[in-house]
């Protein structure tokens, strides 16, 4: 009897738990889009990883390929962005290679080499990358470059390059975000022998269709009334409807360029004398959001800058000298992360300044 009942308490108490539990968490609107988003990264993680494409330099004959020793391939690292929604980092180098490492850093999922020769727009040195999609990846170089690279049927392509649009000579850019909202490049700016630093919002923008008055011109024909009512039709001509076919066809994309769209001054007021001091010679590494903020670093100075976007203000504070000589930061894990040994790939070489 005293078995049967501690057997039914317990079984009461895990279905109350249950019930309490589903009512309090699971039913709850937001826990249920962090859960249905997890698993759909969890998806897309797996769908990379099925897909993934060794280095070309590993061989195809053999069944198991071990790619562990292509991390020493990744030298001379310029870039390096982690992205949360396929647990990977994605690296470019200045040799103008990009990268697709898997979350562990034990081997390189796909390579893509980034040629001059094909593309009307010679590359500089990237000031930043990002990850907007699963499936579409944005760089810019320092002479305003937009590098487009693209996943198509399991593999990473370049798409033609674009200039943006409204660059001035005295530009200085550094670091790159994104306005998911939006959908708008932000880029740092430091205009060149002054203290002015602002931030560039880069917009994409449909060209005009020079074919537009040429569609206008056919549509008043077409309307125009008909001077020969004794049009004869060849009973042998093939009558049938070609609008399925022209429906099949695709329709060309349209043609959009990158431009800036506005220019926002950053006020550096608020600052401390000793940072406003070191701010002087600011020179910025780098651009990390996260929560509504923007955090470049100045690893000269050792200082990490924190900018808020919508008061156009802009602080700073002093960070540890591990940091000097950084080359960039990424985010991974919401903790930020500077790069401060570029020469090969290690996961030893990010520090964190947090």
């Keep these: 009897m005293k078995r049967s009942y501690v057997l039914y308490t317990t079984l009461f108490a895990v279905v109350v738990g249950v019930i309490l539990c589903y009512v309090f968490v699971f039913s709850d609107e937001d826990i249920q889009n962090q859960i249905a988003s997890t698993f759909e990264k969890i998806e897309i993680q797996t769908s990379h990883q099925a897909t993934s494409v060794p280095p070309v330099e590993a061989s195809q004959d ?32 200045k040799n103008r290679e990009f990268f697709e490492v898997s979350g562990n850093a034990n081997r390189v999922n796909a390579m893509l080499k980034l040629e001059n020769d094909e593309q009307p727009y010679r590359l500089g040195e990237f000031i930043g990358m990002r990850m907007i999609a699963e499936d579409k990846i944005y760089a810019v170089t320092a002479n305003g470059i937009l590098v487009t690279i693209e996943r198509e049927d399991g593999r990473w392509t370049e798409r033609p390059r674009k200039s943006i649009i409204g660059l001035a000579s005295s530009d200085r850019l550094f670091g790159l975000g994104y306005d998911d909202e939006t959908k708008r490049l932000i880029i740092m700016n430091r205009i060149a ?26 549509s008043e024909i077409d309307e125009a009334p008909e001077t020969d009512s004794t049009t004869k039709v060849d009973p042998d ?14 329709a060309p994309e349209p043609e959009t360029e990158w431009a800036i769209e506005s220019r ?9 004398a000793s940072i406003q001091q070191k701010f002087e010679k600011f020179r910025g590494v780098g651009l990390v959001e996260r929560q509504g903020r923007i955090y470049v670093l100045d690893s000269e100075e050792l200082v990490l800058y924190t900018i808020n976007p919508d008061e156009g203000t802009m602080n700073g504070q002093m960070v540890t000298p591990r940091v000097y000589g950084s080359t960039g930061m990424f985010l991974q894990d919401n903790e930020i992360f500077a790069i401060v040994r570029p020469d090969v790939f290690d996961l030893d070489d990010f520090v964190s300044v947090d």
């Design 264 to 272: 926002k001054a950053l006020t550096t007021e608020g600052m401390s």
């Design 193 to 218: 022998d002054t203290p002015d630093v602002e931030l560039l919002y880069v917009q994409e923008r449909t060209l005009e269709d020079e074919t537009a008055n040429d569609a206008d011109a056919k």
């Design 237 to 250: 001509a093939d009558t049938t409807s070609t609008g399925d076919e022209a429906d099949a066809e695709e």
């Design 62 to 93: 053999e069944e198991d390929i071990d790619t562990t020793d292509a991390l020493e391939q990744i030298q001379q690292l310029d870039e390096v962005y982690y992205s949360d929604t396929i647990g990977a980092y994605l690296v470019l180098t």
